[in-house]
């Protein structure tokens, strides 16, 4: 049976007031610069899988993600008092790897590019650089 539009709904939502509540009454200093980029909400809406990113290395990454983790209390009371479910989802942080993963791609494909567009101004090794005065038309 399809999961219907309810939880994509309530992830979207979720995802709103968390970005909200994250930027504006959070002050850990251990949270970088985050983006929430999906909330997955299971069916019965009682878990959300909030994916998100950060700029930095992998130790920026890690202590956001602790930072997160201790704020976990806090943000689940602030989406109790913000969202109006008979039970609050359990809120668990991952790091949003797809988004790298698309930046490598894109990557690659842009140095694929430029190796095409070297290789098409350059004349074949095997084939020597014709002059105007080997053209066999002109006798």
């Given at each position: 049976?399809?999961?219907?539009?309810?939880?994509?709904?309530?992830?979207e939502?979720?995802r709103?007031?968390?970005?909200?509540?994250l930027?504006?009454?959070?002050?850990?200093?251990?949270i970088?610069?985050?983006?929430l980029?999906?909330?997955k909400?299971?069916?019965?809406?009682?878990?959300?899988?909030v994916?998100?990113?950060?700029?930095g290395d992998?130790k920026?990454?890690?202590e956001?993600?602790?930072?997160?983790?201790?704020a976990?209390?806090?943000?689940?009371r602030?989406i109790?008092?913000?969202?109006r479910?008979?039970?609050?989802?359990?809120?668990?942080?991952?790091?949003d790897?797809s988004?790298?993963h698309?930046?490598?791609i894109e990557?690659?494909?842009?140095?694929?590019?430029?190796?095409r567009?070297?290789?098409?101004?350059?004349?074949?090794?095997?084939?020597p650089?014709s002059?105007?005065?080997?053209?066999?038309?002109?006798?």
């Amino acid at each position: 049976m399809a999961q219907g539009s309810r939880p994509d709904r309530v992830g979207e939502q979720v995802r709103q007031e968390l970005s909200q509540i994250l930027s504006q009454h959070v002050h850990d200093p251990g949270i970088g610069f985050l983006t929430l980029t999906r909330v997955k909400v299971t069916a019965d809406l009682q878990l959300a899988r909030v994916l998100y990113t950060v700029i930095g290395d992998d130790k920026q990454r890690k202590e956001t993600q602790q930072a997160l983790n201790r704020a976990l209390p806090f943000l689940r009371r602030q989406i109790a008092s913000r969202i109006r479910l008979r039970r609050v989802p359990v809120l668990e942080f991952f790091y949003d790897e797809s988004v790298a993963h698309q930046d490598r791609i894109e990557q690659i494909l842009l140095d694929l590019k430029r190796e095409r567009d070297a290789n098409a101004t350059e004349p074949p090794a095997d084939i020597p650089a014709s002059s105007p005065d080997d053209d066999p038309d002109q006798s």
